[in-house]
């Protein structure tokens, strides 16, 4: 319970500065996805669940004040989430490129289907200049913003990871009797 309420504050952290930092830092008006990074961050180091839970808060932050179609980011975060779970304990956390990879991807991908769910369907068919415009060079700076928060998240999933381990540690074994 404890670590659940400390991920919404995080989330919440990074909603923040989404919303206000975003636009001081933006350059030539892209900014990064901050609230795109928490769900892979978390299914990466937490697993399935917590990237799942990270994806759908911060989904639902971002449709709140962004999106028109409430639900749509949720719904994707929750996706990558789940998918950035698969890689939970199979890579030692101390490789930075397969989380790198994993953000760089959740990025394209979604920046991708918001084109066809906004853009494209509305008959705006020039994905290159999207692409070039709009979703590589926010791919890339969001990447560039993940490696520098990498190491503040890994720590706070390894802090929680040990009191979980305490807990089950303290129990007592019942067994079969």
């Not at 309420?5 to 923040?16: D, G, Q």
């Not at 639902?60 to 719904?75: E, N, P």
């Not at 989380?99 to 918001?114: E, K, N, Q, R």
């Amino acid at each position: 319970m404890k670590r659940k309420i400390t991920e919404l504050i995080i989330i919440l952290f990074f909603y923040i500065m989404q919303v206000s930092a975003a636009r001081v830092i933006s350059i030539a008006n892209i900014s990064p996805n901050w609230l795109i990074i928490m769900p892979v961050f978390f299914g990466f180091f937490c697993g399935k669940n917590d990237g799942m839970f990270a994806g759908f808060f911060a989904g639902i932050m971002y449709d709140l004040f962004y999106s028109g179609l409430f639900g749509f980011t949720a719904l994707i975060f929750i996706y990558i989430g789940y998918f950035s779970g698969f890689f939970y304990q199979k890579y030692e956390v101390r490789e930075v490129l397969i989380p790198l990879a994993l953000v760089i991807t959740a990025d394209f991908g979604y920046g991708f289907i918001s084109y066809i769910g906004n853009f494209l369907l509305q008959n705006r068919l020039n994905v290159g200049f999207f692409m070039s415009r709009f979703i590589l060079p926010e791919v890339v700076y969001t990447a560039l913003v993940s490696l520098l928060i990498y190491h503040p998240i890994h720590y706070f999933c390894v802090i929680t990871e040990q009191g979980k381990e305490r807990k089950k540690k303290g129990k007592i074994d019942e067994g079969s009797i």
